[in-house]
């Protein structure tokens, strides 16, 4: 629901072990341990009580693991049978039930609002398309992080449109992108108000049972049962609390869903494989709406749409109070990484995804290994001013004269061997192969772009500063 606090990072230390609780021979032994010390060391740092993480590899669920403790008092192991609160992640499926609305011809994402709430702020000028999109101007009524007063109690859908949504708007339509659970809450409303359903029992009866999601839960109504995660909270760097719950219909249509991990995955499967929805609605969620001034919002249709590292990347966070989560699918490579923690206001979820993505990236490379110990040996060598030119082509070998090699040796040798040398990205640019690494020191980091010929020989070999 809220605005994640990406860059908190919390300095208490706990003690978390590991429980695995889903097997499947589908990732490699060295990337499930790997996947494992990234989920343990960032709980470690950031003193988040626990984490469950879904691998989607290959358009299949391929691992799905629980760390750390979902609840501390009694202290109860997490696993990935338990549910978390997902928040804004919700909005993916409020969009899909819209989405599936226009399928059957009940709706448009072009329809006005005043078709359905003729009373609202310019609900003439303003379409659900811009609801969906974060493009209404419609104010957001919880920009706020932490619980206040009013959310406590219960509200209702209607309540929230006529004190958030009959303001003046923020922003002319189409104009700006400013994230507004509001528009959500009225996404919903058009959910009921076409369908005689809530968004969850739509979702219940058109959606969960065709993606084989049995238990989804209804945060809106009540707060997860005991066998579940229990969400908590920090007061600056304090102890962890038990969160406190938000009222009934605060969430409505913009945050009110809980499920596992391997659940969320299972919409991911369906996202990459273009299932559930017609292809045209899934194009619709995942294509960038456009301002009016041309510039791209860099969000679909209850989704952010980007890329890493050349990877297009569909994504979306939650966070309502005592759950952070992260859901990141890059469906052309048919992967995709669920993170769900139970502590809000950290970013912990998305160093775990992040790393994980970029571990199963690193894997997809079946010539990465190889590359990194070749990186790594001619970096040792320019410290000495030695190359072995067989390995480079004809334009890198008059790159490397003897200028150059005077100066890669005297800048790089007094560094001595790097603290780390990994791989950042790779992808493929003018029939070649090119791979990114980020080497450290310690007291500086350097940056390392090769481009490989596909006769194997290196077109280029450049050492920079990093950024």
């Known amino acids: 629901m809220r605005t994640i606090l990406r860059c908190l990072i919390l300095a208490v230390l706990l003690t978390l072990a590991s429980v695995p609780v889903f097997a499947n021979e589908a990732l490699p032994a060295d990337l499930a341990a790997k996947i494992d010390k990234i989920a343990n060391d960032a709980l470690a740092k950031s003193g988040v009580p626990s984490a469950s993480v879904a691998v989607v590899r290959d358009g299949k669920l391929a691992y799905a693991k629980a760390y750390g403790h979902a609840r501390l008092d009694p202290e109860t192991p997490a696993t990935s049978a338990m549910r978390y609160s997902i928040g804004s992640i919700s909005k993916e499926f409020t969009a899909a039930a819209i989405l599936m609305l226009q399928q059957q011809g009940k709706l448009n994402l072009d329809d006005k609002i005043a078709k359905f709430f003729p009373d609202l702020t310019d609900a003439d000028r303003i379409t659900i398309r811009q609801i969906l999109s974060h493009t209404s101007g419609y104010q957001d009524f919880w920009p706020q992080d932490y619980l206040m007063p009013m959310m406590k109690q219960s509200t209702t859908p209607g309540h929230i449109m006529d004190v958030w949504a009959r303001k003046p708007l923020d922003f002319p339509p189409g104009s700006q992108w400013q994230y507004s659970n509001t528009g959500y809450v009225i996404a919903g409303a058009i959910v009921e108000k076409v369908t005689g359903q809530i968004p969850f029992e739509f979702l219940q009866q058109h959606v969960f049972p065709q993606l084989g999601i049995t238990d989804a839960y209804d945060t ?11 969400g908590y909270s920090r007061f600056a760097l304090g102890p962890l609390r038990p969160s406190q719950k938000e009222g009934v219909d605060w969430m409505f249509g913009a945050g009110e869903l809980a499920m596992t991990a391997s659940d969320l995955a299972k919409w991911d499967i369906a996202m990459i494989e273009q299932t559930l929805l017609q292809p045209a609605s899934w194009r619709a969620m995942q294509t960038e709406v456009l301002l009016d001034n041309g510039l791209g919002s860099g969000y679909g249709l209850g989704v ?21 989560a ?61 190359i072995d030119r067989s390995l480079f082509t004809a334009n890198a070998n008059s790159y490397f004269d003897s200028t150059a090699l005077h100066d890669y040796q005297t800048s790089l040798a007094p560094l001595g061997k790097p603290e780390s040398f990994a791989i950042r990205a790779a992808r493929k640019r003018g029939g070649m192969q090119m791979r990114g690494y980020t080497l450290t020191f310690p007291k500086t980091k350097l940056s390392i772009t090769t481009y490989v010929r596909p006769d194997g020989k290196l077109e280029q070999y450049i050492v920079a500063a990093a950024d």
């Open 326 to 386: 992260g859901n990141t699918i890059f469906p052309d490579d048919k992967v995709a990484v669920v993170v769900l923690t139970n502590q809000d206001a950290v970013g912990t979820f998305s160093a775990i995804s992040k790393d994980v993505a970029k571990a199963l990236f690193e894997v997809h490379d079946p010539a990465a290994t190889r590359a990194l110990a070749q990186a790594k040996t001619i970096f040792a060598g320019l410290q000495t001013g030695r």
């Open 304 to 324: 952010f749409v980007g890329k890493m590292d050349g990877h297009r990347m569909i994504s979306h966070d939650g966070e309502v109070m005592g759950f952070t």
């Open 220 to 230: 809106n109504v009540h707060a997860l049962p005991d066998t579940d995660a229990r």
